[in-house]
Nanobody, 124 residues
Framework: QVQLVESGGGLVQAGGSLRLSCAAS????????MGWYRQAPGKQRELVAA????????NYADSVKGRFTISRDNAKNTVYLQMNSLKSEDTAVYYC?????????????????WGQGTQVTVSS
């Protein structure tokens, strides 16, 4: 079992900044990809940003390029999302996602986990 706990959401004015954090815990052997998704009311969940284990590959949604930055601390099994120049259309529940391998070297299995979500509200 791998659990994800997000923090850092809140209410901010347009043009402001927020930093989201997501810490993974549990029976972790390795985490390959960590990412952030968001879901606005009445819309489908969409990928915001994702990063591979060594940071060698990072993907951003076109709508956040140049404003958001994803990073991770592998020692802490934590991924961050720095959000700058926030817009009202960034308002959504933000979810952390992690994909990797759980268990031990001799007994491993793939996992994919979601956090509980954190609300980000940008007022115009």
């Amino acid at each position: 079992q791998v659990q994800l706990v997000e923090s850092g959401g809140g209410l901010v004015q347009a043009g402001g900044s927020l930093r989201l954090s997501c810490a993974a815990s549990g029976s972790i052997f390795s985490i390959n990809v960590m990412g952030w998704y968001r879901q606005a009311p009445g819309k489908q969940r969409e990928l915001v940003a994702a990063i591979t284990s060594n940071g060698g590959r990072i993907n951003y949604a076109d709508s956040v390029k140049g404003r958001f930055t994803i990073s991770r601390d592998n020692a802490k099994n934590t991924v961050y999302l720095q959000m700058n120049s926030l817009k009202s259309e960034d308002t959504a529940v933000y979810y952390c996602n992690a994909q990797g391998v759980s268990g031990s070297y001799y007994l491993r299995s793939d996992f994919g986990s979601w956090g509980q979500g954190t609300q980000v509200t940008v007022s115009s």
